[in-house]
């Protein structure tokens, strides 16, 4: 992999560092051996310029707008797969065969219940908690109910716990929104999709058969495998780093949702849909393109902008034909989504987003098509994170088969006070 080198010149010595290549993207310049070789570190806040790891999982390319899992564009994903293919497409690395599909499916489906004391640890929640942090507190506490795969050590395990984690993730998710609403938690009903069976447990109840919405479905099925994975992002790093420590997967998945909730990362879906409601009406639209454009207002068009695409978002495509579709399969009209077209048709005709590269992103329709089915607001960051745990599941296994991985610790550029000497309180 490695064709030549870079030099780089400090004061009086030249270091030469290996350039290595990927399948596709940027070369990378490998400088594990700068500190030795020159005494400094390189400072990359943010990780703007820092590749963290190698993976053959996701590719991204940012100013192309392309999103591919494994080589497979995301639309195709979107429009002709079903999510257990993508999953196992970003577990094992290539799309399942037939028998491959069916033994993966059914190994996931008998893995969704949970174990029955955690309808018990549910109640220790007051009702009015946000899903995530009820998903953050469950997910981390499923270590003390699987001891069984906690040993990362024993692929076998790590694969149980793989499993687990996509197959509980619905089940979780829909009792947190069951818990919230005072209603009785729903078992899950294997004759049903991945997509439809957490439907059923979200919005059905026990008094009545509940029928899966084909057009609903379609929509949950696309939403799913859209957020499925996005190679390095800030949660999938924070699951890498909780990981390389050693910690057991239930912890580390949980580390991931808590750090999704923030609202530049999964909370943007629910910052969106509340931000295209607070504008409530088109005349109100230039008002917020002002204060999204004004350096003194910390005011921010949610769902725009990406730290890596910087030409379109090729997810916001489908979402918006998938938030069309809902809308006309529901017979709605919703003026919020009215909204979000303006918004984006003045915002993308503005200089400043124009300059500034910045487009509708992910969650600009996600939180539309969400609303139009009837999930809480307080629902679409939880849904994102069930929805991203097949990545970070991938992610994980990935890393930790990954010979070259360590322990992460980044170093720092100090700038705090030089040593000095203890003074007692009382001559302070
Ligand atoms: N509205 C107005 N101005 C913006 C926006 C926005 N949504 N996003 C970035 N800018 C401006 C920003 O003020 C800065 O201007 P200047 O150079 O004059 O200081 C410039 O664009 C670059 O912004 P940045 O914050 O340095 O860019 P970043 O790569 O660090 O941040 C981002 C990326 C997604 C956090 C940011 O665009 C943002 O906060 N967007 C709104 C939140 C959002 O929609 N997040 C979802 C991301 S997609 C789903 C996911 O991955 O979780």
Not at 347 to 373: C, E, M, Q, R, T
Request: aromatic letters at 10%; a negative charge; proline letters at 6%.
């Amino acid at each position: 992999m490695t064709d030549h080198n870079v030099t780089l010149h400090t004061e009086g010595n030249d270091a030469s560092f290996p350039l290595i290549e990927g399948s596709v993207g940027p070369d990378v310049i490998d400088i594990r051996k700068l500190y030795a070789e020159t005494g400094k570190f390189t400072y990359d806040p943010g990780f703007t310029s820092t590749a963290s790891c190698q993976s053959a999982i996701t590719f991204i390319d940012g100013d192309e707008g392309i999103l591919l899992h494994r080589g497979y564009p995301i639309d195709q994903l979107a429009e002709q797969s079903t999510f257990m293919e993508v999953a196992y497409l970003l577990l094992h690395g290539d799309l399942p065969n037939r028998a491959e599909l069916d033994d993966f499916t059914t190994t996931i489906t008998r893995h969704t219940m949970v174990h029955e004391q955690l309808a018990t640890f549910f109640r220790g929640f007051r009702r009015d908690a946000h899903p995530m942090a009820i998903m953050c507190g469950v997910v981390g506490a499923l270590s003390s109910f699987y001891h069984d795969s906690t040993d990362i050590t024993d692929p076998q395990q790590r694969l149980i716990a793989s499993h687990r984690l996509i197959a509980k993730m619905p089940t979780i998710a829909a009792m947190a929104h069951k818990y919230s609403i005072g209603q009785p938690f729903l078992y899950p009903d294997n004759s049903l999709s991945y997509t439809g069976n957490f439907l059923r447990m979200t919005f059905g109840v026990p008094a009545e058969p509940y029928v899966v919405n084909p057009i609903i479905e379609k929509a949950m099925r696309r939403i799913f495998i859209l957020h499925a994975d996005h190679e390095q992002n800030a949660s999938t790093s924070t699951v890498r780093l909780a990981s390389s420590s050693g910690a057991n997967p239930f912890a580390c998945i949980a580390a991931g949702i808590a750090c999704l909730w923030g609202p530049a990362h999964g909370g943007a879906n629910e910052a969106a849909l509340n931000m295209l409601r607070e504008i409530g009406d088109v005349k109100n639209i230039p008002a917020y393109i002002a204060r999204a454009k004004d350096k003194d207002d910390p005011f921010r068009l949610m769902g725009f902008g990406h730290r890596v695409y910087k030409n379109f978002d090729p997810r916001a495509k489908v979402m918006k034909a998938t938030a069309d579709e809902v809308l006309k399969e529901l017979g709605k009209s919703d003026p919020v989504l009215d909204v979000a077209k303006e918004l984006e048709h003045i915002a993308l005709n503005d200089s400043y987003f124009i300059d500034k590269k910045l487009y509708p992103n992910v969650d600009f329709y996600s939180g539309v098509i969400l609303n139009a089915i009837g999930f809480p607001t307080e629902m679409f960051t939880a849904l994102f994170a069930l929805a991203r745990t097949v990545g970070w599941v991938a992610q994980w296994n990935e890393m930790i088969a990954d010979p070259e991985q360590k322990i992460g610790r980044p170093r720092q550029l100090y700038v705090g006070a030089t040593r000095r000497d203890y003074v007692p309180v009382d001559q302070r």
